[in-house]
């Protein structure tokens, strides 16, 4: 079992849809998550941390669920410019920076 | 430019063959992260320093693959004997740790290699 799991879509919508990513993860000691972004042949770029209480960032809103061991995003009003590859992202427990990436989820956004 | 930058960009080899690359992270920045990405797959973790020190390597790390970061500064990869197996981007990403242990990795473009 992969230690970061997501569906890896395509996901196609319209834009104004809203649509939602879903991940989940083995380690139940891990403490930090977050969202990146990938353009295609382009380097991850962070999209946002997930709290716990959940956040929001303009049409962005991520969730947190530590008892079932999982991620979500949800983007609100898609617009052409949202079409990429969405990476959650779990640190690894214990003292160390390493990252741990799902497969990605891609999403394309058609006008 | 102030972000990550990698060194080449490309690269296309033949097996067998040893190449290097560079990472040259954000200034000040103590933490640097090698990382290898295959097609429909997210990025893999290698290795990481902490300033000049090497304080973790993945098992994909094979004893073909070597990384140093002299200075505490720009970091090198290389790789030995390549196998085709090896083509991948490889990223570099840099972070800045603070006490609190918190911090945001910074990507930089990758090095694509492609063994041929």
């Known amino acids: 079992r992969k230690e970061v799991e997501q569906d890896p879509g395509p996901f196609n919508v319209p834009e104004g849809a809203t649509v939602a990513f879903n991940c989940t993860y083995s380690?139940?000691?891990?403490?930090?998550f977050f969202w990146y972004r990938q353009d295609c042949r382009k380097e991850p770029k962070l999209l946002m941390s997930?709290?716990?209480s959940g956040n929001e960032d303009g049409r962005f809103t991520a969730q947190l669920n530590r008892a079932s061991q999982y991620i979500s995003l949800l983007i609100r009003d898609s617009k052409l410019s949202d079409s990429a590859t969405y990476l959650c992202v779990v640190r690894a427990s214990g003292n160390t920076g390493k990252l741990i990436f799902g497969q990605g989820t891609t999403l394309q956004v058609k006008p | 430019d102030t972000g990550v930058s990698q060194d080449p960009r490309h690269k296309i080899t033949k097996r067998g063959q040893n190449v290097t690359f560079r990472c040259d992270p954000i200034?000040?920045?103590?933490?640097l992260y090698w990382y290898r990405q295959t097609l429909g797959q997210g990025p893999e973790f290698l290795t990481y320093?902490?300033?000049?020190?090497?304080?973790?390597k993945s098992r994909l790390l094979s004893d073909r693959f070597s990384a140093e970061r002299p200075k505490g500064s720009f970091s090198t990869l290389e790789i030995q004997r390549t196998e085709q197996g090896d083509s991948a981007m490889y990223l570099c990403?840099?972070?800045?740790?603070?006490?609190?242990?918190?911090?945001?990795?910074?990507f930089g473009p990758g090095t694509r290699l492609l063994v041929l």
């Open positions: 380690n139940s000691a891990s403490q930090s």
């Open positions: 990403a840099s972070s800045l740790v603070g006490a609190n242990l918190q911090e945001t990795q910074y």
């Open positions: 320093f902490q300033n000049e020190a090497q304080l973790e």
């Open positions: 200034s000040e920045h103590n933490r």
């Open positions: 997930v709290y716990s």
